[in-house]
């Protein structure tokens, strides 16, 4: 079945930038979601990229998708103490509605 | 509603009692989806509400676990005869229809069996 892996933990420096890393072994994955879960609330959408694009840009966010390598990058530029935070990657098939994700990665922003 | 609302936020219970819990989603949502996250887990699929379409029960884990919804409004998930490895924070997420719209999730709730 789908599989969907990411590192568990990263940690930087306030205003550098963080690179969280996603890999998926379904190659006929057409969606791919990026999540951030706050402490005690659910998971917020904060960017998605289609499958026939190799980026996306919105604001400090960029996703990089490395589709021959299965490979889906977020960049957070000038990362900050309120960045902390879960960070999901989610894929889903064109024509599925069920996402598979990833364990999470946490981003831990230090002084 | 502006968010997708859960309730309880947070319910402790003793192990073999039933519990319900509550999402009420987006107005005008049409797709409403119930996961499992246990304590450093990614998120566990259960069930999958779409208009008025039979729902995909795949994911519910045993015949404890059962899920309603009427129409495209409040789903209730239960889970019966609870046990210690329920114990996890349950998301509700809704969206406009299939496919690849986003899913817009509640704060959960957070489940404890004692």
């Known amino acids: ?111 | 509603g502006a968010g997708v609302s859960q309730s309880p936020s947070n319910k402790v219970t003793e192990k073999g009692k039933d519990v319900e819990l509550r999402c009420d989603p987006i107005s005008g949502h049409t797709a409403l989806y119930w996961y499992r996250q246990r304590l450093g887990q990614g998120l566990e699929f259960l069930i999958y509400f779409q208009g008025n379409s039979a729902p995909d029960k795949s994911g519910l884990p045993s015949d404890r676990f059962s899920a309603e919804r009427t129409g495209e409004s409040v789903s209730t998930l239960t889970i019966q005869r609870t046990q210690q490895e329920d114990s996890a924070v349950y998301l509700c997420a809704s969206s406009r229809d299939r496919g690849n719209q986003p899913q817009h999730f509640g704060d959960g709730t957070r489940l404890s069996i004692l």
């Open chain 1, 1 to 111: 079945g789908e599989d969907v892996e990411q590192s568990l933990f990263l940690s930087v420096r306030e205003g550098d930038s963080s690179v969280i890393n996603c890999t998926y072994t379904d190659s006929s994955s057409t969606y791919l979601y990026w999540y951030k879960q706050e402490p005690g609330a659910g998971l917020q959408l904060l960017t998605y990229i289609f499958s026939n694009m190799d980026m996306k840009q919105d604001q400090r966010l960029t996703v990089l998708l490395n589709k021959k390598d299965k490979h889906l990058s977020l960049r957070i530029a000038d990362t900050q103490t309120g960045d902390s935070a879960i960070y999901f990657c989610a894929e889903m098939e064109g024509g599925s509605y069920i996402p598979t994700f990833g364990r999470g990665t946490s981003l831990i922003v230090h002084p």
